[in-house]
């Protein structure tokens, strides 16, 4: 298999952390060329110290991190603390980051490696709202044709919503931004919330990670403890669900996953609706296809490999 050379775009959050601790345990298929931050879960000063705080975990001070947006494109920021904490990685004790930010910014980083890089060799990788990318493929229209793929969580069609009744989080923030993105003509693998609601941490999946034995394992345990609660309260749920970690799974381990290709479209006319993605699950337009969307996975598979994986760090 050849290595993916993978740029993720996140705002940590405790499921961000553990999609970049997944990456950056998998050098045998992923090269992180860089993570680039945005404003989402918390505000971008915080997305750029957890970013690294989780790069200090892994133990890779050396990967570059960059500040990208610190807001939505036409909207004020909708920010996550309820969910994810007063820091955005609220749960284990790690120390403040010591390694350096980039001086570039994100969507300057982007812009410059889809440029440099032989076409069609970078994937990228979205978890937090498309901020960054849709800014960067509207400065610069010609890396669009470069990029490999967007494998990117966000979306639902039969889970509805979890920030509004009737949108997800990531795409809710930056709507049009991800109207952008899904229209740019890139394929694009969407992890909607009616996969990653199935990525449930159980109990018996959390003490797995804490059987791991090393601080990553904790860290782990500790993030998702902390991430569950809100759930368990507000759904009622088995555990939390990994939203962010089922992109870089489906990278290493594409079996895993099974979806459709359908057109998905992104509402940003109606305040009620806002940033719902309209998934043409059941081909009732004419619509063409724009998106691979996912729906199911073997849950136990993609627990297993986040449980080796990260016992590697
Ligand atoms: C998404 O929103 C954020 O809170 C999570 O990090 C994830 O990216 C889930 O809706
Ligand atoms: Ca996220």
């Known amino acids: 298999m050849n290595v993916r050379k993978i740029i993720i775009d996140t705002d940590p959050g405790q499921d961000d952390a553990v999609a970049i601790l997944l990456a950056l345990a998998s050098p045998e298929e992923i090269e992180v060329l860089g993570i680039t931050c945005v404003a989402g879960n918390v505000p971008l000063e915080l997305t750029v110290r957890n970013a690294r705080m989780v790069c200090e975990l892994a133990g890779r001070r050396d990967v570059k991190v960059f500040a990208g947006c610190d807001r939505p494109l036409d909207r004020d920021l909708v920010t996550a603390e309820h969910v994810h904490g007063k820091t955005g990685l609220d749960g284990p ?9 980039q001086d570039m910014r994100a969507v300057e980083f982007i812009i410059e490696t889809l440029r440099k890089e032989p076409a069609s060799s970078v ?8 901020t960054n990318i849709a800014t960067a493929f509207r400065m610069a229209p010609d890396i669009v044709r470069k990029v490999h793929e967007i494998v990117l969580m966000g979306g639902a069609y039969f889970e509805v919503g979890n920030i509004t009744p009737a949108a ?16 740019a003509g890139v394929p694009i693998v969407v992890m909607p919330l009616d996969v990653t609601h199935k990525a449930l941490v159980t109990r018996a999946r959390n003490d797995a990670f804490r059987a791991i034995g090393n601080r990553v394992g904790t860290a782990v345990a500790e993030m998702t403890d902390f991430f569950e609660r809100y759930d368990r309260e507000k759904y009622g749920s088995d555990g939390a669900p990994l939203h962010d970690p ?3 799974a489906y990278l290493i381990r594409p079996e895993l996953f099974s979806g459709r290709h359908v057109n998905v479209e992104i509402e940003t ?12 699950w059941w081909g009732v337009t004419d619509r063409a296809a724009n998106a691979l969307f996912i729906g199911n996975l073997d849950a136990d598979g993609f627990f297993e490999l986040l449980t080796e994986r990260l016992a590697r760090l």
């Open 93 to 101: 004790d790690l120390p403040e980051p010591t390694m350096p930010l």
């Open 123 to 130: 994937t990228l990788v979205p978890i937090g709202p498309l």
């Open 168 to 183: 997800e989080f990531n795409i809710h923030v930056d709507p049009h931004a991800a109207d952008l993105v899904f229209r």
């Open 246 to 248: 089922c992109t870089v």
């Open 269 to 280: 006319g109606s305040e009620l609706t806002m940033g719902m993605t309209v998934a043409d």
